[in-house]
Structure formats: C-alpha cells, structure tokens
C-alpha cells in the first residue's frame, strides 16, 4: 500500500509540475502577443471601435491559446511531412506554415478581433514560437524527463509499430564511443565519482577491458579498423602519399571516403552495420544505412546524403534549438574563463586556446554531443538493430586543458549524464537493449616539442638536412647542433663552403640538381617524413648520402623516441639515441622500444609493411615515470603513437556477452568482437565472406554520386 501511495503521490505531483509549466507559458506567450499588438500597426486583437485592457487581454489569452494548441497538435504532422523535402526548402515553409497556424488562431478568436496581415502572421508566429520554446526550456532546463519527452515526440514521427503480443524481440546493441577516454581515466573517474552511471554498471551489469592501439593511436585507424575490420594503410592522422601526390588527412571528408574504400574494398564487407544500423556522428558509416554527421558520406553528392535523423531533425523541434544554443553559449564561455584562469596562473603545460577554439570546443561538447544523443535515442525508440555513436567532447577539450585536470572533469561529469539518459530511454524502447561502453584510443599529457627545445619538428628536419631555418630555430640547442651537424657533412660532401644557416656561400658553384624539400607531418607525438621527389620509399643509405646528418639528427634527439626507416641492407631498421640500430624483424619487446610496452615492436613492425608508411617515421620520447609525451603540434594531451595512455583505451561490456580475449591489441581484433557480439545477440547477421569485386565494392557503400575532393586532396 505504501508503494502505491508513492506511486500516485508521483504521478500527480508530475502532472502539477506539467500544467505549471503549461500556465506559465501560455501566460507568457499571452504578454508577447499584446507587446507585439501594440508594437506592429498590422497586427491588432481590438475590435474597430476599441476595446477594455481587460477584454483585449482575453483576447490575447484566447489567441495565444489558440496557436500553442495549434503548434502542440499539428505541427508534428506538418514536420512528419516535409522530412521528405530538402533541408533548404524546409527551411523557407517553416516559416509560411508557421504563419499560417497564427492565421488560424486569430480566425478562432471570437467576434473576429484578431487581424494579421500574411507578412506580419510570420513574423509574429516566429516571436511566438521562440518565446515559447524559450519559457519552457527555461522551465525543464535541468529537468531531464522533460528533455526525453521531447526526443521521444521526435522520434514516435518514424518509429515503426510492431504487431502487439508477438514474441519478444531479440536484443539490439549500442556501441557508445567515449573519444579518447583511456583506461586509466576512465577508471579514477569512476573512482573519483564522477561517473555514477558507469560506476553502477561496473558494480553490476559491466566488465572492463583494456585494450592496445596500433601503433597510430588516433581515431581515423581506429574506427576505421573497428567499423570496417581493417586499418591497413593508415600510417597516422595525417601522411603523404608519394604515388598520387595526396595530403591525406583523417578528419577530411575526402580522405574519410577513400579510407572508407580502400578498407571495403579490402575485406569485401560493407561493415559491422550493414544490416539495419545506424552510424551516429562517426568518420566511417560501418555500412549502416541510416546515418547522421558521418564524416565520409560528407563528401558526396546524392539524395543518400541527406541525413534525416542529423541537425535537420534534431532542430526542427524549436525547443531543441533553444535547449542546445544556450548550452552552447554556456560552454563557450565556461571555455574563455578556464584559458583566461590557466594564463593567470601561469599553469603549465599550457597551449593557446584563443581565436576560434571556445566555439570549435562548444560544438563538439554540445551541439554534436546533443544531435548525437538525439539521434542515438531515435535508433533506440525505433527499434534499430544495431548502433554505433561517438562522443567526442572529451578528446577536444583533453587536446587543449590536458587530459586530467578540471576542465575535462566537467566533461567525463556531463558524459555520464547523457549514458544515463541513454540508459534511461532504453527502458522504454520497443526491444531490449545491450550498450557497449568503448573508446579509440587515450590521450597522453606533456608538454609540446616545440615548447620544451624551441623548435618544431619541421626545424629540426630542416636544419639537419642543411635547409634555411628561421634565425630564431639556429640560437636553440638543438638547432644549432643540427645545423652545425649538417653543415659539416654538407661540406664534406660537396668540399664547398657554407653559411651558418646551411645556406651555401654565395661564391661557391651551385650543385645542378637541389634536393626536393621534405614533407613534414605531425600526428600527435608520432611524425612523418617524406621526400616527394624521390617516387619510392627512400632506404637508409639513399638518406644519409642526401642528408648525411639527417638521421643523426634526429635519432640523437632527447626529445625522440626512436626512428624507422626502410635500409637496403637489414629490410628496415629501428633508430634510437646512442647508436642504437636494430633490424625490424629482429625487434622484441624487450629492445630499444622496451619503455614503450608491450606490443609496441609488433606494432611498429606492422606499420612498416603499408604501401604509404613515410620515409622516416619519428616517435616522440616518452618517460614513463611521468607519463608524458612531446606532441609534434600543439596540443598538451595528444594521441597518435607510442608512448603511455594514449595506447591504452577501453571496452566496457555486459556480462551477458561472451568476454573478449585477455589480450586485446589492434582495431581490427576489436571489430572481430564486436562482430561476435552481434551474433550473439541474435541481431544482424552479418556475412564473414563475401568477395565482390573491387570494382563493386563502391555499391557497398550506401551513398551516390562522385566525391567531392577537399582542398588537401
């Protein structure tokens, strides 16, 4: 008895809160409609002859009624109808059917005391709508109930209706992506309680499960390899292709679509969500069919890249667009704030965090992450079979304010939030489901290269291959022992003078072919050098005779790991300080990449098999006392090679899945997991062999027309 008092206590103070709320919006939107009354000459809710304060207000009371029920009962219906039509288009009606609910609100007022003109119907249903939207946002802003509902209304617009007492469904999954979250931040956040949601699971339903990178620690080769079971061929973040001359860069849409590709074409398979899934604010689609904010399909033309469930549906509710723009103001002040505190007081490492990096942060930790949650919560209340979403506010923030630290505690904090949600709506959704927590990669703390010896990666290669560095670059240590190194080698080599800047004297006979300038590309604390005149990948020997201190240079460096490098004699060959030289065949764990971890000489040996591996591949130092790191740009927690928590990431399953094997290393073992999980849960049964051809490979893809090439590719 006592649980059902409750119960009913529950629901009618629930359904106080809701007419509250109700009357308060209705009686703000009554004081909009007399302020715009008395603001628009076209706009009247008076008789000809003039009528009281009082029956004007009535009036007022009467039409904004009138349009809030209109809005509540047939705007769904409009909205269901026109996500057949293009965004654009919708974009211009919304306006003009808006206006036309308010002409039908005033025709309701009796006696015919509401007047509009068309024009001024418009812009009046524009006011109307943002206030209301604005009031009851502002009513329900921490009111997580009120927030579902919304998204359930949303989502009921397409949500299929099954045949009533049927047999119970089988389970659908959800692979939630927490980007760049590791396994040991995971772990103090869920004991520092930040994450209640996750620590409950834990305690419960979850088990934990590290798992290793390859050796490009960064979300391009890992969601490539974890979508679509390979991540062949992808060297870094971003790396030079010698044989079509293309910058390829992960976070591009072209490059994303060619990746997409090259791994399709690769394994013969469309994906882990070729069968009725959905790819939510991901690089890769996974070969799901129903996609929103998916970074490869960005760079296609066609009716199959409208993306019903993105921004267009998300913000087609006003009150979601109220919701997710005040939030997004919020955050990109709550950013300015902690830079202008971190100059203050002078915290280290720090980057610059100005310009537009609060509003690049504020979208990634608000409106993705809301369109994201949106969209994830529709796959569910539809009965999708098989989800895929990524959530990337932690890695943008961790990038810039560090991967521990407050700044990023807020954001593990609203994280769990939304998995509560999630988990929330879950119960409510048409078929059980299963959600799988995992991440990428981790992120690795330190202060940047550039910042702890004054000078980029790209100096550095410069001056030992006796190229002009900036002055600046040749007072530094390390640039002036590059310089001087290559300086000396040049000399011996050509028996001619050169200036302190590696510069050749002027009176000295130039050489009749110059060497090509070295490509330079940064990806975390791992970097690339290529040499785009020579069309092959360049062997030790071809190096040295070029830039006889190149190598030197850099394998000497205290803030260099280790290099890699094709040789003519040993296959390829590791390079570290002291002279250390170790053939790649002959790597173990226990050599010169000993300080890196376990896996780290297969890793390294894996990567010196791709077609477009760069002619010098250079890894950061890493002290694993500190466990930090040099990026090679600017970013104080970065992933993307070897070296501490970046290689470390998660996966957090239920223990009503099989367990995944102890030691779980690569992209590509992950998909084979999750694959197996997909099986057992009865879900899509996707096909482990199918070979079409290469050339019908690109029909796997659920896209149309060309690609549209980038500005870097």
């Known amino acids: 008895m006592g649980d059902g008092r409750w119960r009913t206590a529950g629901r009618w103070r629930t359904a106080g809160r809701a007419l509250v709320r109700v009357i308060v919006v209705w009686a703000v939107s009554t004081l909009t409609f007399l302020a715009l009354a008395g603001l628009l000459p076209d706009f009247q809710l008076q008789s000809a002859d003039g009528d009281s304060i009082t029956r004007t207000a009535v009036t007022a009371a009467w039409g904004a009624g009138a349009f809030g029920l209109l809005s509540a009962l047939v705007w769904p219906v409009i909205v269901r109808a026109l996500l057949l039509v293009p965004a654009l288009v919708l974009g211009l009606l919304v306006f003009f059917l808006n206006g036309s609910l308010l002409l039908i609100a005033l025709w309701l007022i009796p006696d015919g005391r509401g007047v509009a003109d068309p024009e001024t119907a418009v812009v009046v249903a524009a006011v109307m709508s943002a206030v209301a939207s604005a009031t009851s946002t502002a009513l329900a802003v921490r009111d997580d109930d009120a927030y579902r509902r919304?998204?359930?209304?949303?989502?009921?617009?397409t949500r299929p209706r099954g045949p009533a007492g049927g047999p119970?469904?089988?389970?659908?999954?959800?692979?939630?992506?927490?980007?760049?979250?590791?396994?040991?931040?995971?772990?103090?956040?869920?004991?520092?309680?930040?994450?209640?949601?996750?620590?409950?699971w834990l305690d419960t339903t979850h088990r934990l499960t590290p798992w290793r990178t390859d050796w490009s620690s960064q979300t391009g080769a890992s969601q490539l390899g974890i979508l679509h079971g390979s991540n062949e061929d992808v060297p870094a973040f971003r790396w030079y292709e010698k044989d079509t001359g293309r910058l390829m860069i992960s976070n591009r849409p072209a490059s994303a679509a060619e990746l997409q590709r090259r791994a399709i074409a690769r394994t013969g398979d469309g994906g882990l969500l070729t069968f009725d899934g959905a790819s939510r604010g991901n690089l890769f689609s996974g070969g799901a069919d129903q996609l929103a904010l998916v970074l490869s399909m960005a760079a296609r033309r066609g009716r199959s890249n409208r993306s019903r469930a993105g921004y267009f549906a998300y913000f087609s509710d006003p009150a979601n667009a109220v919701r997710t723009a005040g939030s997004f103001v919020a955050e990109a002040a709550r950013e300015m704030v902690q830079s202008t505190r971190a100059r203050v007081r002078k915290q280290t490492p720090r980057v610059s965090r100005g310009g537009a990096y609060p509003f690049i942060r504020a979208f990634a930790t608000v409106v993705?992450?809301?369109?994201?949650v949106a969209a994830l919560i529709g796959d569910m209340l539809a009965g999708r079979t098989a989800v895929y979403a990524d959530l990337v506010a932690y890695d943008e923030v961790a990038h810039h304010s560090g991967p521990h630290g407050r700044d990023t505690d807020q954001v593990l904090a609203r994280l769990d939030r939304s998995i509560a949600l999630i988990a929330k709506v879950a119960e409510h959704a048409p078929r059980p489901y299963r959600i799988v927590l995992l991440s990428d990669h981790g992120q690795s703390p330190g202060v940047t290269f550039e910042s702890a010896y004054g000078l980029t990666l790209k100096d550095l290669v410069r001056a030992g291959c006796g190229l002009p560095v900036p002055r600046r670059v040749g007072r530094t240590p390390s640039g002036s022992e590059a310089r001087d190194a290559a300086r000396d080698a040049l000399r011996s080599a050509l028996h001619r003078p050169v200036d302190e800047y590696g510069e050749e004297a002027a009176d000295a006979e130039a050489p009749a072919v110059r060497p090509s300038e070295p490509v330079v590309l940064a990806s975390g604390n791992l970097g690339l050098v290529s040499f785009p005149g020579v069309p092959h990948r360049m062997t030790r020997e071809e190096i040295d005779r070029r830039h006889p201190a190149l190598l030197r240079t850099l394998a000497n460096h205290p803030g260099i790991g280790f290099l890699l490098v094709a040789s003519a004699e040993h296959g390829s060959v590791v390079l570290a300080r002291d002279g250390t030289e170790v053939p790649v065949a002959e790597l173990a764990d226990d050599g010169p990449l000993a300080v890196f971890g376990r896996g780290a000489a297969d890793a390294v040996r894996r990567a010196d098999r791709f077609p477009h591996v760069a002619d010098i591949m250079v890894n950061s130092m890493y002290d694993p006392v500190t466990g930090t790191v040099h990026a090679f740009e600017e970013q104080i927690g970065s992933h993307g090679g070897l070296g501490g928590e970046q290689s470390h990431p998660f996966l957090m399953s239920p223990v009503a899945l099989s367990a995944p094997p102890a030691d779980l290393a690569g992209a590509e073992q992950v998909h084979r997991v999750l694959r197996r999980w997909l099986r057992e849960c009865h879900g899509p049964q996707v096909p482990l062999e199918i070979s079409p051809s290469t050339a019908d490979s690109e029909a796997l893809l659920p896209v149309d027309g060309p690609v549209v090439p980038d500005k870097n590719s």
């Not at 919304?150 to 617009?157: G, K, P, T």
């Open 168 to 200: 119970e469904p089988d389970h659908g999954t959800v692979f939630l992506q927490l980007d760049g979250v590791g396994h040991r931040v995971l772990r103090e956040a869920v004991a520092g309680g930040l994450m209640p949601t996750v620590a409950d």
């Open 368 to 372: 993705e992450r809301d369109v994201v």
């Open 150 to 157: 919304r998204l359930y209304r949303l989502a009921h617009r």
